[in-house]
Structure formats: C-alpha cells, structure tokens
C-alpha cells in the first residue's frame, strides 16, 4: 500500500530560523508526493509537489521539498520561518487516484 | 484560480435532521470531487470519490446511505448527511480534481464546513 509518514506532531522553531518537517513514503513505482497546509477551520492550500525532475521542488510562500529517493523522504523547507508559517502541514502521495495525507505535523513558530 | 468554495461553513442541526452541503469549482471544470471528513487535529479522512454523472464510491467503513453525495455537474457535488447524530459532528472538507492538463494530479479544497449535531 501506499503511504506517507509524519514522524513529529510538532515542531517549534524561532521566527528567523530554518524550518523543516520530515515526510517519509513508501511506495511501489514512482512516487507522486505533495505538500500542503492548513490554518485553523481552513481547507487545505497547496504547497508544493514532486512528479518528476528535479530532486528539489520549489513551492509557495517560498517552501520548497527535497525529494530524496535513495532515503524515501520529502521534506519540507523554509530557510526563515515567519510566525505566520504557524500551521498544519500535511504530506501526502498520490495512489489509485486518491491523494493519501499523513498524520500531518504541527509547525509554531515563535517570535 | 483553482478556487473552490463549500456552503455553509457552519452548520447546526438538531439530531434526526438532515443537511446539505455544496461544494462548488468556481473557475474550472472538476470531473472528480472528493470528500473528507476531519476531526480537531487529526489528519483528513478521504469519505468517498465522486465522478459527474455517476454513483459516488465510498471508502469502506463510511456509510453510503447515510452520506448521500450527488455530483451533478463538472462544477458542483453536494453531501448530505442524514438522520444526524452527534457522532457526525465534524468538519467536512471538499476537494476537487481539475479535469484535464499537466495539473491532473493536484487537488483544490475547500474551506470546509463545520457541522455540529445538537
């Protein structure tokens, strides 16, 4: 089956620091990976995705994901957090039509 | 673009009623909505897959006949929740699938509705 992993439920960081969250997958074939975020009682936005090329992805709200295929990850960056990078962010991969999210990770940002 | 809306965003109900909530593509043409069922903190729950024209499929353990979904057209799907108890209280999120071009694979979500059974 396929899926995506989210191994922390939170992360903290200082505003001005770098910013990652971790996304493992495991899939059969090519892996269609995406990233998105949600702010409180919102959908979800778009972020970013891998389907193929380059290894580094570059996205919205300047976040971009490193796909690494010999370590099954694509995490998610931000060279400097903004306090208002506080939010809900979901990896998800593509499989059977159907996008299938992670746990999801909580990111707080601190001024 | 790629905006899609969901009415209402909130929504209380007495228990045993039923409710209806739209989700709309306002700027393009969704073959395939889906819908998702989300509780506080916790990741989206993919409830069923529906294609316009045709009968939604459900994921397995949601119950078709209780969450009624009609995709009537490439621009609107609409769920209805049934009998309402308050285990169905929940936030509701749509999201649709853009229908052709090199963007097949993303999918556009809505705000999402708040649904609270009293």
């Known amino acids: 089956a396929q899926s995506v992993a989210q191994p922390e439920d939170q992360v903290n960081v200082a505003e001005g620091n770098p910013l990652t969250v971790k996304c493992t997958y495991s899939?059969?074939?090519?892996?269609?990976l995406f990233w998105y975020v949600q702010y409180p009682n919102r959908g979800l936005q778009f972020l970013l995705k891998y389907i193929t090329g380059d290894n580094l992805v570059k996205g919205s709200y300047g976040f971009e994901a490193e796909f690494n295929k010999s370590q099954t990850s694509f995490h998610l960056k931000k060279p400097s957090a903004l306090v208002s990078d506080s939010a809900l962010y979901f990896c998800?991969?593509?499989?059977?039509?159907?996008?299938?999210f992670g746990a999801g990770t909580q990111v707080v940002v601190t001024p | 673009g790629a905006v899609v809306s969901q009415h209402p965003s909130r929504v209380i109900c007495k228990s045993g009623t039923s409710v209806k909530i739209e989700c709309r593509s306002l700027?393009?043409?969704?073959?395939?909505m889906f819908w998702y069922r989300q509780f506080p903190k916790q990741s989206l729950m993919l409830m069923a897959t529906s294609n316009e024209g045709s009968k939604a499929t459900y994921e397995q353990g949601v119950e078709k006949d209780k969450f009624l979904i009609n995709h009537a057209s490439l621009t609107l799907s609409t769920l209805t929740v049934t009998s309402a108890h308050p285990e169905d209280s929940s936030f509701y999120i749509c999201?649709?699938?853009?229908?052709?071009?090199?963007?097949?694979?993303?999918?556009?979500f809505g705000p999402g509705t708040r649904l609270t059974v009293t």
């Open positions: 998800a991969v593509y499989s059977w039509g159907k996008l299938q």
């Open positions: 700027d393009f043409q969704a073959t395939t």
């Open positions: 899939v059969s074939g090519n892996p269609y």
């Open positions: 999201s649709a699938r853009v229908a052709s071009g090199t963007a097949t694979y993303e999918q556009y």
